[in-house]
């Protein structure tokens, strides 16, 4: 259990990094814009690396 946990805790290291990232270079609300988004399409089971079938980003 010790070894999912070091792992967890480095993804969300990783992740708030990326979101550090975002915020600098455009604000806070992009941020969290970006991160409902992906949080959206892991609960509907989309792909991050595939365009969406109907071309559109909703």
Do not use: N
Request: hydrophobic share 50%; glycine share 8%; no cysteine.
């Amino acid at each position: 259990m010790k070894d999912e946990q070091t792992s967890k805790d480095a993804f969300f290291v990783r992740v708030g990094a990326i979101a550090d990232e975002m915020i600098a270079a455009h604000g806070k609300d992009f941020a969290m814009g970006v991160l409902v988004l992906a949080a959206r399409w892991i609960a509907e089971g989309k792909s991050f690396t595939e365009p969406p079938d109907d071309g559109a980003m909703s």
